[in-house]
Nanobody, 125 residues
Framework: VQLQASGGGLVQAGGSLRLSCAAS????????TGWFRQAPGKEREFVAG??????????YYADSVKGRFTMSRDNAKNTVYLQMNSLNPEDTAVYYC?????????????????WGQGTQVTVSS
């Protein structure tokens, strides 16, 4: 599956952005999906994710974004989104979407098989 992330940009603190991750080649809803970010000089960190378990889907958020970020999906468009509100400069990073066939721990980058190219989010103070 090929992933294409978009929607990044420059925004002032307190502002909002919505990231999109469009999948091609496979049905996105069949995969576990996640958003990660990586700031300069830091390791890639988990932001949000969907994990499939049987007929259920569980949503996870990093503590740092709970209440501010919302992950959603549009199966008809084969796309997942990350709505980011109340952004602050600490949210500045390259944001990546990822998909995995078997994901036990959605917070771990190595659990995912496919990655998008990343989209830059810069939050000015």
């Amino acid at each position: 599956v090929q992933l294409q992330a978009s929607g990044g940009g420059l925004v002032q603190a307190g502002g909002s952005l919505r990231l999109s991750c469009a999948a091609s080649g496979r049905t996105f809803s069949n995969y576990n999906t996640g958003w990660f970010r990586q700031a300069p000089g830091k390791e890639r960190e988990f932001v949000a994710g969907f994990r499939r378990s049987g007929s259920n889907t569980y949503t996870y958020y990093a503590d740092s974004v709970k209440g501010r970020f919302t992950m959603s999906r549009d199966n008809a468009k084969n796309t997942v989104y990350l709505q980011m509100n109340s952004l602050n400069p600490e949210d500045t990073a390259v944001y990546y979407c990822a998909a995995g066939v078997r994901v036990v721990s959605p917070l771990q980058p190595h659990e995912y098989d496919y990655w998008g190219q990343g989209t830059q989010v810069t939050v000015s103070s």
